[in-house]
């Protein structure tokens, strides 16, 4: 046995300075290296990803609707039918989201949406749906086919088609186009 730790000792003596095994000191310097490079990588993806639009997803990224035919509504239409176009009498639940007892919607009217969930509520006989959340703003599409108008709530919105428009609220002191069809 003796033999044995010893071989297992003078094998350690022979490896590489630079074998991946780490020190005491190394491992406490990795510490200190992670714990100063993870935040300042945090802090610059954050400016970033605001200087770019609502985080990863631009706001306004969001592309016609490229479904057809008789189904290709079906989950707005029985959405609709459950709640109506006025589910929400408070303009300010649009900037809540994560305060108010939302509905979901599924099936809309595009392949990139195919079998997902969103939340949605409607207001005023406009359906909006909450696709791209962030942590400082909302933003998704909305479904306008009665009326010409937003809410001043709404910072910013534009049509993509078929009375669909992408929406966002900002954080305050944002300046954001206000496009009707």
């Not at 945090?42 to 990224?61: E, M, N, P, Q, Y």
């Not at 709404?154 to 609220?169: A, S």
Request: glycine share 8%; charged share 15%; hydrophobic share 35%.
């Amino acid at each position: 046995m003796a033999a044995h730790k010893e071989g297992v000792i003078s094998a350690r003596r022979k490896m590489p300075p630079n074998s991946p095994r780490l020190s005491v000191s190394r491992s406490c310097g990795l510490r200190v290296y992670l714990g100063v490079a993870l935040p300042l990588c945090f802090t610059l993806l954050a400016i970033v990803s605001l200087t770019v639009g609502c985080g990863f997803h631009r706001w306004d990224g969001t592309p016609p609707p490229n479904m057809n035919g008789s189904n290709a509504m079906a989950g707005v239409s029985t959405f609709i039918a459950s709640y109506g176009w006025n589910a929400s009498t408070n303009e300010d639940d649009l900037s809540r989201w994560d305060d108010i007892q939302s509905r979901h919607i599924r099936d809309l009217p595009w392949n990139r949406y195919t079998n997902q969930q969103f939340k949605a509520l409607t207001h005023d006989r406009i359906l909006y749906v909450l696709t791209n959340p962030g942590w400082d703003h909302y933003a998704g599409i909305a479904y306008n086919p009665q009326t010409n108008h937003f809410p001043p709530i709404i910072d910013g919105f534009k049509p993509i088609g078929n009375h669909w428009y992408v929406w966002c609220i900002m954080p305050p002191g944002s300046k954001w186009p206000k496009v009707y069809e």
